[in-house]
C-alpha cells in the first residue's frame, strides 16, 4: 500500500510517498480503508520535533531519540472497513468510520488495522469523509480539558487562539455546554469566530485581552501568548486556566499556584476517551459541531500540506484525501 513515510525529524520534505506492507488485521482488529486523514499542530511537532521550550528530551524518548520510531504520521482519519477480524462484532465490511489512533499514529497511509473495540466510531452522514476525519483531534483534547477544568453552564470562557484546529472545537464546545464564549484570533478571523456561536470575539491586533479589565472563570490558551504570570488578572477568584500549549515552566508552576491561590492551572497533554469520540459524534449528527475545514489537498501533496500547516496561521483543519484503485 502507499503510506507518506519519514525517517529523520526536520522539514516538510523529510516526507516521501513510498509502499509499505498492507496489514492484515488479527481477530479482534478491523482494516479500515483510509478516505480522509489531516494534518494537525500534532504532525507538525512530531514531524519537525520543534516542541515548547522544555520538552525536548522528553519528546525524543517518547517519539525516538535520534529518528522517529514510528516511521507514518498521521492521528486521525475517516474511512470504510474493509475486512474484519474473526472475533469482530461491533463492525462489517462497509461500515463507515472515522477514528483516532492519537500518539500511535499510523494514519498517513492507505490502510490502518485497529482494535475494534479501540477510539472508532461510525461516521456521522450528515459529515463527509475530510470532517469526519477532523473530528478527534481538536475535539477530544478539548473534551479532556473542560472536563479537567470542571467546566459549568453559566461559566464565562475567553479562548485565545479560537481560529486554530484546537480553537475552533473549543468555542462550539463551550458554547454547545452552555458557556458565554470570548474568541481571540486576528482581524481575518474574527466573522468565522463569531459564525462558529462565540458570543465575543476580541482581535488581538487592537485589543489585549489581558489589560482590558474582563474576567472570566476559564482561560483556554491554545498558543501558549496567555500564560498564568500574564493572564492571572484576567481570571475569577476561583478560575483555571487551560494550558493547551505551554511551556515545561508551566507544569512546575501547577502545584504553586493550586497552593497559594483558589485559582487553578491545568496543563499537560490530553488523553482521549472512547466516550468522547462517541460524544463529538452524536454533536456532530445533531449539528451541534462541525469541523472547521481550511485547506484540502490530495495525499500526494501531503508535503505542500505540511508546509501550510508550518505557517502556524491555519484556520480549523487541514484535510488529506485519498483516491483508491478501483
Ligand atoms: N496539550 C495537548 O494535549 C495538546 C493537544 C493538541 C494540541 N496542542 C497544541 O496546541 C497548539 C494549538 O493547536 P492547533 O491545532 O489549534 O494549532 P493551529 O491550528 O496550527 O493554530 C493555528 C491558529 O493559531 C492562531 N494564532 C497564531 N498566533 C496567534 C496569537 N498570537 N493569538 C491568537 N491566535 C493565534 C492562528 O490565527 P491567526 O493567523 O489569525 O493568528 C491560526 O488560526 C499547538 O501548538 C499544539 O501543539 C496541545
Redesign the pocket.
Known amino acids: 500500500m502507499r503510506a507518506i513515510v519519514y525517517e529523520q525529524y526536520g522539514p516538510p520534505e523529510v516526507l516521501e510517498l513510498r509502499e509499505i506492507p498492507k496489514p492484515t488485521p488479527d481477530d479482534n482488529e478491523v482494516l479500515i480503508r483510509i478516505r480522509a486523514n489531516t494534518v ?3 504532525d ?2 512530531v514531524r519537525s520535533l520543534e ?2 521550550r522544555g520538552f525536548g528530551m522528553m519528546s525524543r524518548l517518547f517519539f525516538g531519540i535520534v529518528k522517529p520510531r514510528q516511521p507514518v504520521l498521521g492521528t486521525e482519519l475517516a474511512g470504510e472497513v474493509e475486512q474484519v477480524g474473526k472475533l469482530v462484532n461491533r463492525f462489517k465490511t462497509g461500515d463507515q468510520v472515522f477514528a483516532f489512533c492519537g500518539a500511535k499514529m499510523g494514519c498517513y497511509a492507505e490502510y490502518v488495522c485497529m482494535p475494534e473495540d479501540g477510539m472508532i466510531q461510525p461516521k456521522p452522514v450528515n459529515l463527509t469523509f475530510g470532517e469526519a476525519a477532523a473530528l478527534s ?2 475535539g477530544t ?1 478539548m473534551l ?2 473542560y472536563r479537567r477544568g470542571k467546566l459549568q453552564g453559566g461559566e464565562k470562557v475567553l479562548i ?9 472545537a473549543a468555542v462550539q464546545l463551550a458554547r454547545e455546554f452552555g458557556a458565554e464564549v470570548t474568541g ?6 474574527v466573522e468565522l469566530v463569531r459564525s462558529l456561536g462565540a458570543h465575543y470575539v476580541i482581535d ?1 491586533t487592537r485589543e489585549d485581552f489581558t489589560t482590558n479589565g474582563r474576567v472570566y472563570d476559564v482561560i483556554v490558551d ?4 496567555a500564560p498564568f504570570s500574564r493572564c492571572k488578572d484576567s481570571l475569577r477568584g476561583d478560575g483555571r486556566l487551560l ?4 511551556e515545561l515552566k508551566d507544569l512546575f508552576q501547577v502545584p504553586w499556584v493550586a497552593m497559594t491561590s483558589k485559582k487553578k492551572i491545568i ?5 482521549e476517551r472512547t466516550e468522547d469520540l462517541q460524544l463529538l459524534a452524536q454533536l456532530a449528527a445533531e449539528g451541534k459541531f462541525k469541523p472547521v475545514v481550511d485547506r484540502t489537498y490530495p495525499f500526494e501533496q501531503m508535503v505542500e500540506a505540511h508546509r501550510y ?1 508550518d505557517t ?6 487541514v484535510i488529506i484525501t485519498l483516491e483508491h484503485d478501483a
Open positions: 494537525t499542530s500534532g507538525w511537532r516542541v515548547p483531534f481538536g483534547t479532556n480539558f485565545n487562539g479560537a481560529s486554530g484546529g484546537v480553537g475552533t481571540v484570533c486576528s482581524s481575518a478571523n488581538y491554545t498558543v501558549g501568548t494550558v493547551v500549549l505551554g496543563a499537560g497533554p490530553a488523553s500547516v502556524g496561521r491555519k484556520r480549523g483543519n
